[in-house]
């Protein structure tokens, strides 16, 4: 700035009496005595220069000019403004503020335009990977890259699982056996098997879920059965279930030490197998006459088990259901039968655990209810004291144990209370029996007071002698 007002003294020059700071007095504006105008002395920031009266005016405006933007420049130290050749002021291009009061992290359009909308269309910003719906295509790989390599290009990626080993093998397929014994889905085992890189130990898998199905239930045999079944032709081929069998022939002295009855069970599974067309029917005859480990009586034990059954297939047995159906796939009347041969073999018996056994081995835990009936049922229609005094002993026996549960003998209970009316047109002394087992069942802790009050009681007609006034009263009942 001080620059530009030195190049126009320079270019203009003046007298110094012309460019003082002071207003011209009265006289001096009359043409007094004073000193003229031409021959005023004036001083313009510190230059003592002589002009005539219109230099002067200019160049006290560019002075006042000059001052203010010297005071301003501290409070707006990046505008960059400059002076004009008329004196006025004209701010020039934007610096980088350094006031803390600057617009420097303002992110609106410093040129004015605009309508608000976001940068890029809304695929700018941090942590944005283009705009929202947008749809990449593949890029096409440039062959003048120096990074190119064909042979790369070509490579097709899979996954590669390693194969199981023996302990992997058993850490990882008898869980999957395990919760096969509780859902029965024998696709879910199927796809789970698949999705395992078995290698050499795919024949291993019959084997294995054999030798868990020995110390299982009858239920969990015929599970296994089936998921044999199922396993062959999509998991496993027929010569993999050959050599299974093979090796559960000569583990069969290892397995005898945990299942006694380990030789019928295999030999059960082998006519099964083979009448589910899974094994060969030469199967059994390509053993005659080969078996001579040292212990080929175990191994004889079980062939001589499925020959047998093999044979009476062919009388009428149906293989397909030696190992029974368990739990809740049986049909209603055939566990009603089971629990009445249950009763009545106990009450000639009168062996309490083995009783508890066979229940237990039904595996029906919601239908309890129905053997509490027929027992309490059974009591009425024998009208015996060794009847009455079995059942009782041995509800007693199943509550404490907690094979029958509260609610399973409370619904047995409340089933006879319903149905005793019909009962009491076969046994008149229903109701009477009926009484004193409730009460003898309190007594002992098998039910509580509330269901000891429901037992209903049979009303009486009520003669002359007991108060009637000669009439007689007939109550329904």
Not at 115 to 141: D, H
Not at 203 to 222: G, M, Y
Not at 425 to 450: N, R, T, W
């Amino acid at each position: 700035m001080a620059a530009d007002c030195e190049a126009w003294l320079n270019a203009n020059p003046v007298e110094a009496g012309d460019l003082s700071d002071s207003f011209i007095s009265a006289e001096e504006d009359n043409g007094g005595s004073g000193v003229s105008n031409k021959n005023a002395i004036n001083e313009i920031n510190g230059n003592w220069v002589s002009s005539s009266s219109n230099n002067i005016h200019e160049a006290r405006l560019k002075a006042k000019a000059k001052r203010r933007l010297r005071k301003n420049s501290s409070r707006d130290s990046g505008r960059g403004d400059s002076l004009s050749d008329n004196g006025e002021v004209v701010r020039g291009t934007s610096m980088a503020p350094t006031s803390p009061k600057s617009k420097l992290l303002d992110r609106k359009s410093r040129m004015g335009k605009g309508r608000g909308l976001p940068k890029k269309g809304g695929a700018g910003g941090k942590g944005v990977w283009g705009r929202s719906g947008e749809v990449y295509e593949p890029v096409e790989v440039d062959k003048k890259d120096p990074n190119f390599d064909e042979d790369q290009e070509n490579c097709v990626y899979e996954t590669v699982v390693p194969p199981l080993d023996e302990r992997d093998f058993e850490k990882t397929v008898t869980p999957i056996v395990q919760e096969y014994f509780e859902h029965g889905d024998t696709n879910e085992v199927a796809e789970l098997l698949a999705d395992l890189n078995l290698g050499p130990m795919r024949s291993e898998v019959p084997s294995l879920a054999v030798s868990l199905a020995l110390e299982a239930k009858a239920s969990q045999r015929e599970l296994t059965s089936r998921l044999l079944v199922d396993l062959c032709g999509s998991v496993l081929s027929h010569s993999d279930m050959e050599s299974s069998f093979d090796k559960l022939l000569r583990d069969l002295p290892d397995l005898v030490l945990d299942t006694p009855g380990a030789p019928q069970l295999v030999g059960q599974f082998i006519a099964r197998a083979v009448s589910d067309q899974i094994l060969s029917k030469s199967y059994i005859d390509g053993y005659k006459g080969k078996v001579d480990c040292e212990h080929a009586r175990i191994c004889r034990a079980a062939l001589d088990r499925a020959a047998v059954l093999l044979k009476m297939s062919m009388g009428g047995l149906r293989i397909d259901n030696h190992w029974g159906t368990g739990g809740g796939q049986r049909p209603v009347i055939q566990l009603i039968k089971e629990m009445n041969l249950l009763l009545k073999e106990y009450i000639l018996s009168g062996d309490g655990k083995e009783a508890e056994r066979c229940l237990r081995d039904l595996e029906v835990p919601h239908f309890h209810h129905e053997f509490v009936y027929e027992a309490i049922v059974m009591v009425l229609e024998s009208r015996g004291e060794k009847t009455f005094k079995m059942v009782l002993q041995l509800l007693k026996s199943l509550s404490l144990s907690s094979i029958i549960t509260e609610d399973q003998m409370q619904r047995g209970y409340e089933r006879v209370y319903m149905d005793i009316d019909e009962i009491n047109i076969d046994v008149p002394l229903a109701y009477f029996i009926l009484e004193q087992f409730v009460e003898k069942s309190f007594h002992m802790g098998v039910i509580g007071v509330k269901l000891r009050d429901q037992c209903p009681h049979r009303n009486r007609k009520r003669f002359v002698s007991e108060g009637d006034s000669g009439v007689v009263k007939f109550e329904r009942y």
